[in-house]
């Protein structure tokens, strides 16, 4: 069964920063998705990523992914604190559900 | 309406009592499906419906647990003998095809 792990859980950062989320994930996906939720709010959907090389860019945020490696990234590129919240990657296992990572919580601090 | 629409936002109920959490997914959309999500916690698959097939039940965690979809659109989840382990925050989501989900704003359930 698909497993998706994020690393890491937990990410405080200053403002103007760049940092890397990883997802990696257990077996063949064929698409990956990335979701932000703000607290006490649903899920936002940022990226849906197709095909092995696939790289999507929204502001700050960038996406990749890399089904050899089994590995899809979010880039954050100079963070600013509206950047702040809690970011999903997600596999798709076919049959059409999906498995999420335990997310990253991210801080970006003024 | 314009997005996937959940009621009620929030449910209190008491430990052994039934409750019923509604879905209304963006109209024209085939698929359904219901996450549970614990505080601080990812998103755990409870089902899925597609059309009019037989639904995907397996990430139900119970059979306290169940849901239906009438007509191809509005879904209820129901929980039986409610438990406190059930406290969560219940999403229900839409896709017209498996490229991306709309969620709605979810049902928190707390149960005392």
């Known amino acids: 069964e698909l497993k998706v792990e994020q690393n890491p859980l937990f990410l405080s950062m200053q403002e103007g920063k760049n940092y890397t989320i990883y997802c990696n994930y257990s077996?063949?996906?064929?698409?990956l998705y990335w979701y932000r939720q703000d607290p006490g709010k649903s899920l936002e959907s940022l990226f849906v990523?197709?095909?092995?090389?696939a790289v999507k860019q929204e502001g700050r945020l960038m996406a990749s992914l890399d089904t050899k490696a089994r590995l899809s990234t979010l880039h954050i590129t100079a963070a600013v604190h509206d950047l702040s919240a809690t970011y999903f990657c997600?596999?798709?296992?076919?049959?059409?559900?999906?498995?999420f990572g335990a997310g990253t919580r991210l801080f970006v601090k003024a | 309406g314009a997005g996937v629409s959940q009621s009620p936002s929030n449910k209190v109920t008491e430990k052994g009592k039934d409750v019923e959490l509604r879905c209304d997914p963006i109209?024209?959309?085939?698929?359904l499906y219901w996450y549970r999500q614990s505080l601080g916690q990812g998103l755990e698959f409870l089902i899925y419906?597609?059309?009019?097939?037989?639904?995907?039940k397996s990430g139900l965690p119970s059979d306290r647990f169940s849901a239906e979809r009438t007509g191809g659109s509005v879904s209820t989840l129901t929980i039986q003998r409610t438990q406190q382990e059930d406290s969560a925050v219940y999403l229900c989501?839409?896709?017209?095809?498996?490229?991306?989900?709309?969620f709605g704003s979810g049902t928190r359930l707390t149960v005392v």
């Open positions: 109209s024209g959309h085939t698929a």
């Open positions: 077996t063949t996906s064929d698409r």
């Open positions: 419906f597609q059309g009019n097939s037989a639904p995907d």
């Open positions: 989501a839409s896709s017209p095809t498996v490229a991306g989900y709309t």
């Open positions: 990523l197709l095909s092995n090389g």
């Open positions: 997600a596999g798709y296992t076919g049959g059409f559900k999906t498995i």
